[in-house]
T-cell receptor
Framework: AQRVTQPEKLLSVFKGAPVELKCNYS??????LFWYVQYSRQRLQLLLR??SRESIKGFTADLNKGETSFHLKKPFAQEEDSAMYYC??????????FGGGTRLMVKP | NAGVTQTPKFQVLKTGQSMTLQCAQD?????MSWYRQDPGMGLRLIHY???????DQGEVPNGYNVSRSTTEDFPLRLLSAAPSQTSVYFC?????????????FGNGTRLTVT
């Protein structure tokens, strides 16, 4: 069975500080991993996906198959980054499993 | 372009009542799904559909029914509401599957069962 774990329910940092939101997964196949974000009063939306190896709003995430992790990182947090972040894994049957979410609070 | 539309936004039910949460998308997406969002548990998949006439169970299907008679609509039915079904429900759709098909979410339906 696949599982996505986000160990931190809440992460609080000051503006300008680096931020890392942790995501670990368990899956026997080749995973497809995503980060979704939900800003206050907005719908959940895709932030980035591992296969694209892209940087969105300064965020990056590298898939580490050895550690089964897909941590989300940003070198300098901004106040507008405050949101709920969900790591998600899609299996071969297209079921998307979400982690429990991490609320990021960036303080001024 | 409306995207994914969910109705109602809020609903209060009494235990034992039934109701249908509506979800419609106008993007001609093949894949549609329902999630419930509970504090500390993230989003859990209830049911999903890979095309009209095809549905399958997710992680937490008990107490819910779905049907997919058209590409656009994917209603979620609560047959006999229970307090454990108090949650925020999200409908999501994507064009197909794979990395190039991100999910598009609706705004959610907040359901309270008393």
């Amino acid at each position: 069975a696949q599982r996505v774990t986000q160990p931190e329910k809440l992460l609080s940092v000051f503006k300008g500080a680096p931020v890392e939101l942790k995501c670990n997964y368990s899956y026997s196949g080749s995973p497809e991993l995503f980060w979704y974000v939900q800003y206050s009063r907005q719908r959940l939306q895709l932030l980035l996906r591992h296969i694209s190896r892209e940087s969105i709003k300064g965020f990056t995430a590298d898939l580490n198959k050895g550690e089964t992790s897909f941590h989300l990182k940003k070198p300098f947090a901004q106040e507008e980054d405050s949101a709920m972040y969900y790591c998600a894994l899609k299996n071969a049957g297209n079921m998307l499993t979400f982690g429990g979410g991490t609320r990021l609070m960036v303080k001024p | 372009n409306a995207g994914v539309t969910q109705t109602p936004k809020f609903q209060v039910l009494k235990t034992g009542q039934s109701m249908t949460l509506q979800c419609a998308q106008d993007m001609n997406h093949e894949y549609m799904s329902w999630y419930r969002q509970d504090p500390g548990m993230g989003l859990r998949l209830i049911h999903y559909s890979v095309g009209a006439g095809i549905t399958d169970q997710g992680e937490v299907p008990n107490g819910y029914n779905v049907s997919r008679s058209t590409t656009e609509d994917f209603p979620l039915r609560l047959l006999s509401a229970a307090p454990s079904q108090t949650s925020v429900y999200f409908c999501a759709s994507s064009q197909a599957w794979g990395q190039n098909s991100p999910l598009h979410f609706g705004n959610g339906t907040r359901l309270t069962v008393t």
